[in-house]
């Protein structure tokens, strides 16, 4: 046995260097399952997948036959309750071949429904070297053995701290003297004499100790870190402790360079997110902490774009200076963390809200000193955010609530913004919309509105800018204020962008020129939506053109002057691209901040727009006045066209109407529209009572008291060529008392203008005769003098007899004064005759044929619009009523009425209806039809279908539609679908019931329009 254990030991000394190694187990007793772990397998010299699968037999298998033997007895005594441990040594076969000895402990962790043991658990421990020892107490053998160990073993006496052996290791070492062993102060070599005390303390309770980190001094008394394992033996017929020590100055100092490269930033030298979590970790351990510290996150502003500037050495330098200066600040007063980029992290041991503020001005000011790089001064700003934290309301995430303040604080830069309730109700809005916002194309919830834009030449609305809203199913309608910024940071804005142009192209195409002119509409580009696209940008323009068809003047593309300031050269790039398909190009917010006329030059721009800003106060500061003429005199003198923003008052519109500005745009004219709002109010503009402004400016004081605000011809080609003629008529005569102009300029306005007025002259004639005007032969004749007249004098002109002012005043009194206002208000009054025989001042239509009718009802619309977009909300009923009355008397229909289609219910329900006197009304009695009985007819509507029925009695007899109507009395009809967002939410039919009738098209035309004017009042109810 003896020859078996030196071998045995001869083999650990050469190849242990830990001197006790802890394995564990878990044991089902029932079963006979048994889990080792990595180390327990090591202890014997394997692999732990090479014992797999483990059972009590694995356990069996190693251990010596004779130990197995004491280890069943112990067990058996433990399990009788006669032990308070399960404990036994054992030796084991090492995959070698040699012995090791463990010892083996475990206690019962569960017990079955009888109380009966289930499992057990334990440890294995490596007790082998003890066991040398001891043996080397009683033999020479193994005492020189023990003697030739690599490491230093000491044996104390358990009673005091003296040493018994030392071997020559250890006397190496320590420099010591076999002789003089029992006068050694232990204490001597501990840094810490108190751990001794603790060391036996240790072993006396638990037997023994493992793997114990303590510092000792050498010889030199330099200090270094020793790994001690102990454990309790007898030596020399005394209890006493051998010790086993082992140098680990250099793994210590190894880790400790390791774990503080794993928890500091090389650059700053501060702590590290990593740090940072495993002090959130403590935190979370030590609630009470909570209510003790506030949170703040720190990002510098545009260092990103620094740093590609300076180089990335010299942004670390930068780094570093920041790092120092926030710990300058913090002091004392906290713990400092480099989080990640230009980030940083400080958890303040402050937390009333005025301590927190007086900080965070500190920081904000030592951040923004002056930093001297590269021999450029360089000024850093930074944003902030900060929460001082509540216990109660902590969500076990220490950034979250700091990082979304901070999210806060960049939009604005170089501040500091705190999170509260009210801050987490916007973001969590901000959140929600930017989840919806993904969704929001592909369900149909953007839509266009339209501004629009008063040309202050032509007195006349040509044109409007589109402007974007989103109609969230829960929220209601978003404004782009709050939901753009969310777009271009998410780049949504790009696809949104390009959706805008397809829609855009397609209600311009779609938009019939007779009623709608050469109206062009303006659209906002992001700058997101610009950059780094390449051709897309191009590309999709280019499709959407070709694929609409439309003029490319009439689709005009705006960019902010704030993207200029991004990178003016991509914007400069984009835009000449895109000149190459003939948009109009326009610069927007011009005067925000950041003007330069610079960009005027280089930029192949038509039109630029003054922001509101520079306006606001031209009523009361006559410096504003002067800087705004000097901008639109410039700007012409650069051929661009000028647009005024904001526009909200008569006086604003007056002031600036002096300075000549293209257009104005406004709220004096209209907030953004609808576009069932905008049409109708584009159509009602043309009536001359409804825009807030007068058509025209005129310096002629006798042409404006001839130019009657009354004048209504009822048509508008006469209305409009009057109006064409006296500006253009005006606008020549400006331009001669402005500057010299030659001949050839000159006779081409002149030749112009003629040709203009002959041609007015011809469709006068022609409207004249189709309107069945008695005296529109002699009006003819006068026409025919005048043209003479006209040319007469221009000969004059040409001959130098006359100038062309003097031949401007004969144009402007012989044919204005003389023929616009005497002679073609005989027609006038003959069209108000007629007018005054119907009600609300509208023509009959018995009286007049199909020509004066077809105006009529265009105007009865038109005073329908202009009703509806006058009118409040709490209105709508009423006027719902008004208008159904007013078209039914028009189109001679006996009843018209609106269904409401019920999709969830399955019905559809009258829910408004107007009868001519005489004809019994059906609402009550077609309450909650069943849409079964008019699938076919519902199935029309819902894919914008008009239904026309000329005659009832050629239905089946036997279906459902002609079952509903008969009993009505119904002999033809009509039902137009009332779409929203391409679904249908019910119609507006109008029945014949003493006459059947056909509806012409100008009348179909009116009634789509009309059921879309009242489409819009029910969703608004």
């Known amino acids: 046995m003896k020859n078996e254990y030196l071998n045995t030991d001869i083999y650990y000394f050469d190849t242990a260097n830990e001197s006790i190694t802890v ?26 997948d090479e014992l797999q699968p483990t059972t009590i037999e694995t356990w069996k298998n190693l251990v010596h036959s004779e130990d197995f033997k004491k280890s069943e007895m112990n067990l058996d005594l433990y399990f009788r309750n006669q032990r308070d441990i399960y404990e036994s040594e054992a030796r084991m076969r090492h995959k070698s071949g040699k012995w090791v000895w463990v ?3 475990g206690k019962i962790i569960e017990y079955d429904v009888y109380g009966k043991p289930l499992k057990m658990a334990g440890s294995h421990y490596d007790i082998t070297t003890r066991k040398i020892i001891e043996e080397a107490s009683k033999n020479s053998e193994y005492r020189r053995m023990l003697d030739n160990t690599p490491y230093p073993i000491l044996i104390l006496s358990s009673k005091e701290k003296v040493v018994k052996y030392a071997n ?12 003089d062993l029992i006068k050694i102060n232990v204490d001597d070599y501990l840094v810490n004499s108190e751990q001794a005390d603790y060391l036996i303390g240790e072993i006396r309770k638990n037997g023994l100790l493992y793997n114990f980190e303590l510092e000792l001094y050498n010889t030199k008394h330099e200090k270094y870190w020793a790994s001690i394992s102990a454990s309790s033996i007898e030596f020399e017929n005394e209890q006493s402790v051998i010790i086993q020590i082992q140098n680990i100055n250099d793994q210590k100092m190894n880790k400790e360079r390791i774990e503080y490269l794993y928890l500091h930033d090389s650059v700053t030298g501060l702590k590290n997110k990593t740090a940072l979590r495993l002090f959130e970790e403590s935190i979370i351990s030590n609630t009470e902490l909570l209510n003790k510290f506030t949170v703040i996150y720190i990002d510098l502003d545009d260092f990103g774009k620094l740093s590609n500037e300076i180089g990335y050495y010299s942004a670390d330098v930068i780094l570093a200076q920041v790092a120092q200066r926030i710990k300058e600040v913090t002091d004392q007063n906290g713990f400092i963390f480099y989080y990640a980029g230009d980030e940083f992290v400080v958890i303040l041991n402050k937390h009333t809200k005025t301590e927190v503020v007086e900080y965070m001005d500190l920081l904000r000011r030592a951040i923004s000193t002056q930093i001297l790089i590269n021999e450029r001064i360089q000024i850093l700003y930074a944003s902030m955010g900060y929460e001082i934290i509540d216990k109660s309301l902590y969500d076990k995430d220490l950034l979250r609530n700091a990082k979304l303040a901070l999210g806060v604080a960049k939009q604005q830069k170089n501040t500091y913004v705190q999170y509260t309730s009210i801050l987490a109700s916007k973001i969590e809005r901000e959140l929600l919309l930017e989840k919806d916002l993904r969704n929001s194309l592909d369900k149909q919830e953007l839509e266009l509105y339209y501004q629009p834009i008063f040309n202050v030449q032509s007195g006349m609305v040509d044109q409007a800018e589109a402007l974007l809203r989103w109609n969230h199913p829960k929220l209601g309608v978003i404004s782009p204020i709050e939901f753009i910024p969310i777009a271009e940071k998410t780049k949504l804005i790009i696809p949104i962008t390009d959706w805008v142009i397809h829609e855009t192209c397609s209600k311009l195409a779609s938009w019939d020129e007779s009623k709608f002119g050469l109206l062009s509409i303006s659209i906002n580009l992001s700058f997101i939506a610009i950059s780094d696209r390449k051709d897309e940008l191009y590309n999709c323009l280019k499709y959407e053109l070709n694929r609409s068809g439309i003029n490319p003047k009439r689709l005009k593309l705006e960019v902010t002057e704030s993207s200029l300031v991004q990178d003016s050269i991509e914007v400069i790039k984009v835009f000449n691209r895109l000149r190459e398909l003939g948009l109009s190009l326009a610069l927007d917010d011009f005067g925000t901040g950041y003007s330069s006329f610079a960009y005027l030059r280089m930029l192949p721009l038509d039109i630029v727009k003054i922001d509101r800003s520079l306006i606001s106060s031209i009523e009361s500061d006559q410096k504003s006045l002067k800087i705004v003429e000097a901008i639109i005199s410039i700007l012409h003198g650069l051929n661009l066209e000028v647009t005024i923003e904001g526009v909200e008052t008569l006086n604003q519109f007056k002031i600036l109407s002096e300075l000549r500005p293209d257009s104005i745009q406004g709220y004096l004219f209209s907030k953004p529209l609808r576009l069932i709002d905008f049409k109708l109010y584009y159509h009602a503009a043309k009536d001359i009572n409804f825009l807030p402004v007068s058509k025209h400016i005129f310096e002629n004081k006798e042409l404006k008291n001839y130019w009657k605000v009354e004048w209504n011809s009822g048509n508008r080609i006469i209305d409009h060529q009057h109006q064409e003629l006296i500006a253009q008529l005006y606008d020549l005569r400006k331009l001669l008392e402005g500057r010299t102009i030659d001949s050839i ?11 203009k007025i002959g041609r007015h002259f011809t469709d006068e004639v022609e409207i004249l005769e189709a309107t069945k005007y008695i005296n529109y032969k002699e009006h003819h004749s006068i026409h025919k003098k005048l043209v003479r007249t006209i040319y007469d004098y221009y000969d004059q002109y040409k001959s130098n007899n006359i100038t062309v002012l003097e031949f401007l005043s004969v144009l402007e009194f012989d044919i204005l004064k003389h023929h616009f206002f005497e002679e073609d208000q005989k027609y006038f009054k003959h069209v108000s005759e007629l007018s005054s025989k119907f009600p609300l001042n509208y023509i009959d239509a018995t009286i007049v044929d199909q020509g004066i009718y077809d105006q009529t009802i265009d105007k009865i619309l038109l005073k329908i619009a202009s009703e509806f977009i006058r009118s409040d909300k709490s209105d709508y009923q009423k006027l719902i009523s008004k208008s159904l009355k007013l078209i039914g008397t028009v189109v001679k229909a006996d009843r018209v009425y609106i269904f409401k289609y019920d999709w969830t219910e399955s019905t559809c329900s009258n829910t408004y209806e107007w009868c001519s006197p005489g004809i019994t009304p059906q609402i009550e009695a077609l309450q909650k039809i069943p849409l079964g ?9 819902i894919v914008g279908e008009t239904i026309f029925i000329p005659d009832v009695e050629l239905l089946d007899p036997e279906s459902a539609v002609r079952l509903i109507l008969e009993p009505q009395e119904v002999r033809s009809l009509l039902t137009l679908p009332m779409m929203f967002n391409n679904a249908c939410y019910g119609f507006i039919g109008f029945d014949s019931v003493r006459d059947k009738h056909i509806y012409s098209k100008n009348e179909l035309e009116v009634l789509r329009d009309l059921s879309e004017i009242l489409l819009n009042a029910l969703l608004n109810l």
């Open 745 to 755: 300029e000159l006779t081409y306005h002149l030749d112009n203008l003629l040709i």
């Open 933 to 941: 009985n008019i699938i076919d007819w519902a199935n029309a509507h």
């Open 23 to 48: 394995g564990n187990w878990e044991w089902n007793v029932l079963t006979g399952e048994t889990k080792f772990d990595e180390r327990w397998a090591g202890i014997v010299g394997y692999k732990l």
């Open 168 to 179: 020559a290791r250890a006397i190496h070492d320590f420099e010591l003297s076999k002789r």
């Open 103 to 105: 010892l083996d402990r």
